[in-house]
Every structure is written in C-alpha cells, then in structure tokens.
C-alpha cells in the first residue's frame, strides 16, 4: 500500500505557502529519500483556490490595497514580478473585464507606469498567477533534485478517518489514500443551498444561483445574461445573499457588464450585518495591518 507522507485537502494559498516552506526545508536540511506529498482539490485549479483562480476569473479586484494584503518582503517580490509582466496581464484584465476595467486601467496609469502598487486594489488573478508559477516552480525544482515527490489528485474529500498510526482519506469517486499527516486547508466552509439542492434552478420567472463559483463566475453572469434576455424587458429584482467577497465581486460583476446592468431594475442584498465589507472603514486597522501582519 502506497501511503504518503502528508497530504494537502485542499489546494489554495494556504497550501502553496505552506508547501513553499516545506521546500525551503528540504532545500536547507535534505533528507535520503524523496518526501512525499499529495495535493488533492475538488477543483483542477490548483494553488490559486477561489479568490485568485480560474473560478472568480480575470476581472475581479482585491478586496484591499496591495499594502494590506501581502506582508512587505513577499510584496516586494510580487511587485518584481508584476512589473515584468504588467503590460500583458492588463491586456487579459481588459479582455475579460468590462466598463469598470476599462476604468481602472485609465485611473490607475501613473501608478501602474510607474510601478507603484501598493495603493491599488489590483486584479486578483495577478496575485493568483504570481503564487501558481512560483509553487510550480519551486515544487518541479525539488522534485528534479530528488528531494520530494508530489501527487495531484482532483477530486472531493468526504472524510478523513484515523487508521492505527495513519490517515485514510476518502475521496468522492471511493478511492481511498493513505498519508501520515494531513493538513486540512478546504478554505470557506461550503456553501450553504437554499431552496433546493440543485446548484442552478430555473423556474418560471426566476432563476436561482445556488453556488457563484460552480464552474466559474463568468459562466453564472453567462446563465444570468440568457435569463435577462428571456424577460424580455420585464422588470427583473436581484437578490444577493451574503454580502462578504463574493457578494461584492458579484454586485462588482453586474456593474462591470454595462449589458446587464441596465435590465436590472433593483438589487437587494441580505447580510447579517446589514453592510458590505470596508463599508465602515476602519482606519486604525488600514494604518497598522501591514506592520503586523
Ligand atoms: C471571492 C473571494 C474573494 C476574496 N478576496 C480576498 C481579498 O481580496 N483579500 C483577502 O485578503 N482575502 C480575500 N478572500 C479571503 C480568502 O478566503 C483568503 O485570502 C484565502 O484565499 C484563503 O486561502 P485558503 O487556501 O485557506 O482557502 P481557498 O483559497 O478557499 O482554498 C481552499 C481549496 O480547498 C478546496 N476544497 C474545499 N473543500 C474540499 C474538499 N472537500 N475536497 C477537496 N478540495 C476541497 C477548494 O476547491 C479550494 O481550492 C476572498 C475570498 C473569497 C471567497
């Protein structure tokens, strides 16, 4: 029986950083054999997750300035790397995105020109192409030395169960794996389905959007652009449930497609808090975030 010697639920930033230290490690302090690490994600987007992935797509912002986001020495790598490539990761923000990136980009020019980030509520998919190529490349680099030897697995995690001195991990499709430790990193907890079970109900005169990111978002503001057409011109009322990130690069989405937009006739968004995220900002924790992170 192949077991492993960790194995990541889970394959989102956490996990690329993680697995970025444990490279670092084995780098610093090699040991004979090769250690081996699984990755498993239900997703095939791998190292990025939902926030900077293929599954919120290329014209979503960050929800903070770049200054409240990273901590300074990884921001100054990113940086670097960003200003390499800036010109064409704009090209792909502009491509996929709509009016508010067209925007954006006009707004934000002297800064970007002259490399100065650390303001700006950047595109999320520069983050999430930054971290993908950078664990890429530092995995391949030790599996090329010998120093350890990955798995990918994409596929769901249903449990985990303690066997003597192991974990077996069972997955969706009833393959089960074998690890010494495991690290749990799902990210969110699931989404939590109303009305039905079903992730995308169509019904007369309504559509329902159980999961934002089933599939990707643009493929759901596709399913809502079919919808809108089909009314005809009715009047048609958006109700967003949850108002954290997703339900402000949801609202962010509709604005973004000028098309859509303006065969909305009104949205309401339900929140426990009543408030958006930063819609109260907090100035004591913009000033000293950065520092103590
Ligand atoms: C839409 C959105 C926008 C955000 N924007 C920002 C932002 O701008 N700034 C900020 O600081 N934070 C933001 N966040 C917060 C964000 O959650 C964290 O910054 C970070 O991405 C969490 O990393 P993670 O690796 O823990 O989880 P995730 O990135 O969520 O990764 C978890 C991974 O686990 C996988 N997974 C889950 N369950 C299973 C299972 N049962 N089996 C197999 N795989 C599974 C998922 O497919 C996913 O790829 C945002 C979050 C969301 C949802």
């Known amino acids: 029986m192949k077991k492993e010697n960790i194995t990541f639920i889970g394959a989102g930033i956490a996990t690329a ?21 699984r990755i498993i994600d239900k997703s095939p987007d791998f190292f ?7 599954r919120s797509g290329k014209a979503v912002l960050l929800i903070n300035a770049l200054n409240n986001f990273l901590p300074p020495d990884e921001r100054l790598l990113f940086v670097q790397w960003l200003d390499e490539r800036k010109e064409s990761l704009l090209d792909e923000f502009l ?24 303001e700006l509520y950047i595109p999320r998919f520069f983050f999430g192409r930054f971290i993908r190529e950078k664990t890429v490349s530092e995995l391949s680099r030790c599996e090329n030395a010998g120093l350890i030897e990955m798995t990918y697995t ?3 995690v249903l449990d985990v169960n303690k066997e003597t001195n192991l974990f077996k991990v069972i997955l969706k499709n009833e393959i089960s794996i074998y690890s010494e430790n495991i690290v749990l990193s799902i ?4 989404t939590r389905k109303i009305f039905k079970e079903e992730l995308i109900i169509k019904g007369h005169g ?5 999961d934002i990111y089933n599939k990707n978002l643009s493929f759901n503001i596709g399913l809502i652009k079919e919808f809108l057409r089909s009314r005809n011109g009715k009047a048609t009322n ?9 339900g402000l690069e949801t609202l962010y989405s509709f604005v973004d497609h000028i098309d859509l937009n303006d065969k909305i006739t009104s949205y309401t968004v339900l929140s426990s808090h009543g408030l958006m995220p930063d819609s109260d900002i907090d100035y004591e924790k913009e000033r000293t975030l950065s520092q103590n992170l």
């Open 17 to 37: 950083y993680a697995l970025l230290r444990i490279t670092q490690i084995l780098t610093e302090q090699p040991i004979n054999i090769p250690f081996r690490v």
């Open 48 to 54: 990025a997750g939902i926030p900077y992935g293929d």
């Open 95 to 118: 491509e996929h995105g709509g009016e508010q990136a067209k925007i954006w980009v006009e707004n934000n020019r002297p800064f970007i020109d002259s490399n100065n980030w650390n």
């Open 154 to 156: 994409n596929g769901e």
């Open 187 to 190: 990210g969110s907890l699931p």
């Open 206 to 210: 309504y559509l329902v959007l159980n």
């Open 238 to 246: 958006v109700l967003v449930i949850g108002a954290n990130a997703s």
